[in-house]
């Protein structure tokens, strides 16, 4: 199945692009995506324990399983204000 | 403001926009903070601001938090966050507080701008003199419950 992460504030700079596909078996979960873009990107790796995820307008468990076809925010450290 | 719009606006905001109507018959107290661009940042000149948001998650967080506050503090609340470039001087957020006394007026008030910075998910570029750009560090954010 096809996923696509969607990158914001910071973790675009880090993952160089505002979207980034990935291919993932069934039944995967939303920390598979993530294990997987941290092996192909080393900055967004170093910096994965601080990142919350969403899918839709919800804040999401990494345990969350995945579908195809979901959008997967990431949502790096905020400043608001 | 009316309370259909949206709580996150492109561009710069217009305090004034929320202070154009008579205070509520029961309210003896308004309280107001609003945030703007600084030319400074930790020794380095600034020359603007862009605000990157997830639209949709703001959106709903921003609300979540007007109705949390009134409830906790028994006051109105009207909050409204920009995206987008602003300049230097411009205003990028605005809370405004009506109550009954100037004690939960300004309780309201601090704890909104607080959470808003802590629980709703925009990031601030900032752009210096340079011509550098970086994001500024955040915190991880959390739920309105944990603020």
Redesign the interface.
């Known amino acids: 199945m096809r996923v696509t992460i969607?990158c914001?504030?910071?973790s675009s700079?880090w993952c160089g692009a505002d979207e980034v596909p990935l291919d993932l078996e069934s039944g995967q979960t939303a920390n598979d995506a993530l294990d997987l873009l941290a092996k192909r990107f080393p900055e967004f790796a170093v910096r994965r324990d601080?990142i919350?995820i969403?899918i839709?307008?919800?804040?999401t468990s990494p345990t969350t399983a995945i579908e195809d076809g979901d959008r997967i925010?990431l949502?790096?450290?905020?400043?608001?204000? | 403001m009316p309370t259909d719009l949206p709580r996150l606006r492109d561009g710069a905001l217009n305090l004034a926009d929320w202070l154009t109507e008579l205070q509520p018959a029961d309210c003896g107290g308004l309280a107001v903070f609003a945030g703007t661009v600084r030319n400074e940042h930790e020794g380095r000149a600034v020359t603007g601001m862009r605000y990157h948001a997830h639209r949709a998650l703001a959106e709903a967080r921003l609300r979540e938090i007007e109705a949390e506050a009134a409830n906790r503090f028994k006051v109105v609340v009207d909050v409204a966050h920009a995206v987008g470039e602003l300049g230097i001087g411009e205003t990028s957020v605005v809370v405004i507080v009506r109550g009954g006394h100037r004690g939960e007026c300004f309780a309201a008030c601090r704890w909104t701008i607080d959470t808003i910075k802590q629980a709703v998910p925009i990031w601030k570029e900032e752009h210096y003199v340079d011509g550098e750009a970086r994001f500024l560090d955040g915190v991880a954010i959390k739920s309105i419950a944990e603020s």
């Open positions: 969607e914001y504030g910071a700079r601080n919350a969403a839709g307008n919800a804040i925010a949502i790096p450290p905020v400043s608001a204000g």
